[in-house]
């Protein structure tokens, strides 16, 4: 049986977790599960997602701190509070917030 891989988000897109308290903007995205055994088992079982489905690598922010999340496509929804995301490495890689997803910046050579 042949599983569809094709991504629901984008780069760009702003996104939250589905069940912990955060979000991001999704700067790189795995078809398919791309860590490390250890991490994944780090999961609890009950919670765990499945592997064959895309991981998506995110700069996150919770209430607290900044971080680099990396995430299963069955545990992001769609961020439309229209909020920018303070991540300092947003504005390395992205132009402004605009409808809800950032626009890669334009490397010059």
Do not use: C
Not at 30 to 44: K, L
Not at 59 to 64: D, F, P
Not at 69 to 96: I, K
């Amino acid at each position: 049986m042949e599983v569809n891989r094709k991504a629901r988000f984008g780069i760009g897109q702003v996104v939250k977790h589905r069940f912990f308290p955060f979000r991001g903007v999704i700067f790189d995205v795995d078809p398919t599960f791309d860590n490390t055994e250890e991490w994944w088992e780090s999961i609890p079982e009950e919670i765990r997602p499945r592997k064959d489905q895309p991981y998506y690598h995110l700069l996150a922010e919770n209430e607290e701190t900044e971080y680099i999340a990396y995430v299963s496509e069955q545990n992001l929804l769609e961020d439309d509070s229209g909020d920018p995301v303070r991540h300092p490495q947003v504005t390395e890689m992205f132009d402004e917030l605009d409808e809800g997803s950032y626009r890669m910046r334009s490397v010059l050579n």
